[in-house]
Nanobody
Framework: QVQLVESGGGLVQAGGSLRLSCAASGSIFSIDYMGWYRQAPGKQRELVASITNLDRINYADSVKGRFTISRDNAKNTVYLQMNSLKPEDTGVYSC??????????????????WGQGTLVTVSS
């Protein structure tokens, strides 16, 4: 079983910064993908940023130049550094990880795991 623990959300003024963290723990053989999504009331959940095991990175157009995604393989943790925050960045940010479970070599299923989300509120 794999669990995700998210932290770093909170209330910040427009123009400020926050850093979100998502740490994966449990039986992990490898992590292929880590990403951040967000959802605001009345809006569809959208991809904010993602990073693969090959360091392929994608950003939503709305956050390019302001957000930076990174990972620490030793800690099984992905970060989202958010700078120059805008009120429209407000929402619940959720971490997702695609992990190969660290079971026996004969059974190592690929599992998609989601965190419970952390609220980011940006005031104007």
């Amino acid at each position: 079983q794999v669990q995700l623990v998210e932290s770093g959300g909170g209330l910040v003024q427009a123009g400020g910064s926050l850093r979100l963290s998502c740490a994966a723990s449990g039986s992990i053989f490898s992590i292929d993908y880590m990403g951040w999504y967000r959802q605001a009331p009345g809006k569809q959940r959208e991809l904010v940023a993602s990073i693969t095991n090959l360091d392929r990175i994608n950003y939503a157009d709305s956050v390019k130049g302001r957000f930076t995604i990174s990972r620490d393989n030793a800690k099984n943790t992905v970060y989202l550094q958010m700078n120059s925050l805008k009120p429209e960045d407000t929402g619940v940010y959720s971490c997702t990880v695609h992990v190969v479970s660290g079971g026996l070599p004969s059974y190592r299923p690929l599992v998609e795991v989601w965190g419970q989300g952390t609220l980011v509120t940006v005031s104007s």
